[in-house]
């Protein structure tokens, strides 16, 4: 699976950002996505994830109530919707891939595929 991130930029806080994971070569209508984050220096965090078996979301805490994921199967991607971003979300966002298909964010995913990020910078 081949896996591109863009939409990242400069945004001021509070402003919003919508980060898109699009697929070449594979179709994701089976597949769950998660997206991370990644500081230099920290360990990446993980902060969303779509499954592909019923569509369940997950968000972590850090994210949760301003961060939306969602996928379009007839554009075969993945968006994250960050709205009211701060400063500590400053950070090389991508997308990656689970290795099983049809499987659930919360069955312990393994991705394995990791597509190249895109770098979000909240700063006024």
């Known amino acids: 699976v081949q896996l591109q991130a863009s939409g990242g930029g400069l945004v001021q806080p509070g402003g919003s950002l919508r980060l898109s994971c699009a697929a070449s070569r594979f179709n994701l209508d089976h597949v769950t996505i998660g997206w991370f984050r990644q500081v230099s220096g920290k360990e990446r965090e993980w902060i969303s994830c779509i499954s592909s078996s019923d569509g369940s979301t997950y968000y972590a805490d850090s994210v949760k109530g301003r961060f939306t994921i969602s996928k379009d199967n007839a554009k075969n991607t993945v968006f994250l919707q960050m709205n009211n971003l701060k400063p500590e979300d400053t950070a090389l966002y991508y997308c990656?891939?689970?290795?099983?298909?049809?499987?659930?964010?919360?069955?312990?995913?393994?991705?394995?595929?990791r597509g190249q990020g895109t770098l979000v910078t909240v700063s006024s």
């Open positions: 990656a891939a689970d290795r099983f298909l049809g499987s659930s964010c919360f069955g312990g995913p393994d991705f394995a595929s």
